[in-house]
C-alpha cells in the first residue's frame, strides 16, 4: 500500500504543480518556453526516478507490515520536499521570475512528479502481479 499512497502523493504534486504552471502562462507558449519545458522536464523525470527507485527498493525491502503510511518517504526526502516547496513558493510569490518563466519551469517539474507517480502505480501493479502469480 506504501507504493500506492507514493503514486497518489506524487500524483496530487504534480497535478498541482502543473497546474501553477499552466496558469502562470501569460502567452502562447514559443520555441524558448518549449525548451525551457523539455530541458527541465529532462532533468527532473531523471531526479524524481532515481528518487522513486530508490524508495521502491527500499519499501519493498520491509518485512513487517506497517501502520504507517508516511513512511513511503524517508526523513531525508521530506525534507527535501518542504525545501521545494518553501523555494517553489517564494520564487512565485517574490514577482521576481515572470510567467513566461514559470510556466514552462513549473510545468516541466509537474510533468516530471506525474511521470514518477505512473513509475510507482505501475511498479505497484507489476508487484501485485507477481505476488499473485507467485501465490497461485
Same mark, same amino acid.
Request: charged share 10%; glycine share 6%; proline share 2%.
Given at each position: 500500500?506504501?507504493?500506492? +499512497?507514493?503514486?497518489?502523493?506524487?500524483? /496530487? #504534486?504534480? #497535478?498541482?504543480?502543473?497546474?501553477?504552471?499552466?496558469? +502562470? $502562462? !501569460?502567452?502562447?507558449? *514559443?520555441?524558448?518556453?518549449?525548451?525551457?519545458?523539455?530541458?527541465?522536464?529532462?532533468?527532473?523525470?531523471?531526479?524524481?526516478?532515481?528518487?522513486?527507485?530508490?524508495?521502491?527498493?527500499?519499501?519493498? $525491502?520491509?518485512?513487517?507490515?506497517? $501502520?504507517?503510511?508516511?513512511?513511503?518517504?524517508?526523513?531525508?526526502?521530506?525534507?527535501?520536499?518542504?525545501?521545494?516547496? %518553501?523555494?517553489?513558493?517564494?520564487?512565485?510569490?517574490?514577482?521576481?521570475? !515572470?510567467?513566461?518563466?514559470?510556466? !514552462?519551469?513549473?510545468?516541466?517539474?509537474?510533468?516530471?512528479?506525474?511521470?514518477?507517480?505512473?513509475?510507482? %502505480? @505501475?511498479?505497484?501493479?507489476? /508487484?501485485? *502481479?507477481?505476488? @499473485?502469480?507467485?501465490?497461485?
Amino acid at each position: 500500500m506504501l507504493l500506492l +499512497a507514493a503514486a497518489a502523493v506524487w500524483l /496530487l #504534486a504534480g #497535478a498541482s504543480v502543473s497546474a501553477v504552471g499552466v496558469s +502562470a $502562462s !501569460p502567452v502562447a507558449w *514559443d520555441a524558448g518556453m518549449a525548451l525551457v519545458f523539455l530541458v527541465t522536464f529532462l532533468l527532473f523525470v531523471t531526479m524524481f526516478l532515481l528518487i522513486s527507485r530508490r524508495h521502491i527498493k527500499r519499501i519493498t $525491502s520491509y518485512t513487517a507490515r506497517l $501502520s504507517n503510511l508516511f513512511k513511503f518517504f524517508d526523513a531525508q526526502s521530506y525534507l527535501i520536499l518542504v525545501v521545494m516547496v %518553501a523555494m517553489g513558493a517564494a520564487v512565485r510569490l517574490s514577482g521576481l521570475v !515572470p510567467g513566461v518563466v514559470i510556466a !514552462p519551469f513549473y510545468s516541466g517539474i509537474g510533468a516530471a512528479l506525474l511521470v514518477s507517480a505512473v513509475f510507482y %502505480a @505501475v511498479t505497484y501493479v507489476a /508487484l501485485s *502481479d507477481e505476488i @499473485v502469480v507467485k501465490q497461485a
